[in-house]
């Protein structure tokens, strides 16, 4: 028969083989983990550094395009200008003898009124009410 202390010691044994054979079946796992982890990494690495070339050529192209834009956005500017200063000179061409013009045309229509009617004072001595 066994004493009190063997058993404890058969149950200490059996506790620990347990323990050993669940750790040893975590650990498959881990190093299963593991593997596949390195060959999704590999396969990442071989898809990348395609992907960055063509990354690469992307940028460069949009760098290329960018700058023909700013060529054409530096050409618009300055044409934008020149349309601002012709619109200045067409409009002080045109509204200088437009004013004067139509000066003459107050200044006659008021010489005609004050021919036919010589009795009106005139609106430059001003109105007091």
């Known amino acids: ?12 044994a059996m506790f620990w083989a347990i ?7 975590v650990l498959v796992k881990v190093a299963r983990l593991l593997n596949e ?9 071989d ?21 023909a834009v700013e060529a054409i956005s530096t050409d618009v500017k300055q044409v934008s200008g020149h349309l601002a200063r012709l619109s200045a000179i067409a409009s002080t061409l045109v509204t200088g ?6 000066a003459l045309g107050h200044g006659v229509r008021r010489a005609a009124a004050a021919r036919r009617d010589p009795h009106r004072r005139p609106l430059s001595a001003g109105r007091r009410r």
């Open 47 to 67: 898809r990348v550094a395609p992907l960055l070339d063509d990354v690469t050529a992307t940028v460069g192209e949009a760098n290329r395009r960018l700058v």
């Open 19 to 25: 323990l050993v054979c669940f750790l040893a079946m």
């Open 97 to 102: 003898p437009l004013i004067k013009v139509s």
């Open 37 to 45: 982890t390195t060959k999704m990494v590999s396969e990442l690495s």
């Open 1 to 12: 028969m066994l004493t009190a202390g063997e058993v404890a010691g058969l149950v200490v």
